[in-house]
């Protein structure tokens, strides 16, 4: 699960940016429906943009269900992004009841303390927010470098931390 970290001044110039990318009548960018050229060349602009970029890794066998990685990957990603400052996160969203399983897993995040209620967190559709394709390019990007496939994250290294998880 990955998440980019970009100052609000640069939202409408990364989001020109990433429109630009999308071919034809697709609704959004995304990276494993991309050919490798066109990963190299997505991967180079987003690494030109200001911003950050926090991937969160687990790294499971198949005695952990997915979902249940996801949590985990979730829940680290909106602790790194509190502590470096961010007040709004903005998700993509999946289906309405897996939406329903993330809002559950903030909402005992901030019962439990651990999550200030200062940092919103909303949904919305990939194909509405130009920015969750950046997010979706770096996680791509990620999970194939760690995966021995190092098409264009070469060029975002520098802007992505990685947090593995146990």
């Known amino acids: ?15 020109l940016t990433l429109e630009s990318l999308r071919l034809g009548k697709n609704p959004r960018l995304h990276w494993r429906d991309e050919p490798v ?10 690494a030109r943009m ?33 502590n470096t400052g961010v007040a709004e996160v903005v998700m993509e969203s999946r289906t309405p009841g897996q939406d329903h399983l993330d809002l559950l897993m903030v909402m005992a995040l901030r019962k439990s303390r651990t999550l200030s209620k200062a940092v919103t967190v909303n949904w919305l559709p990939s194909h509405q927010e130009p920015l969750l394709w950046a997010a979706d390019a770096v996680v791509g990007a990620t999970t194939w470098w760690i995966d021995g496939q190092s098409a264009g994250f070469e060029c975002l290294e520098e802007r992505v931390r990685v947090v593995c998880i146990n």
């Open 1 to 15: 699960m990955a998440a980019i970290v970009i100052d609000s001044s640069g939202h409408d110039e990364a989001r």
């Open 37 to 46: 050229a066109r990963q190299r060349i997505i991967a180079d602009a987003i």
């Open 50 to 82: 200001p911003l950050a970029a926090v991937v969160a890794v687990h790294i499971f066998d198949r005695t952990c269900r997915t979902e249940r990685a996801r949590r985990r990957c979730l829940e680290r990603l909106l602790l790194e992004l509190e």
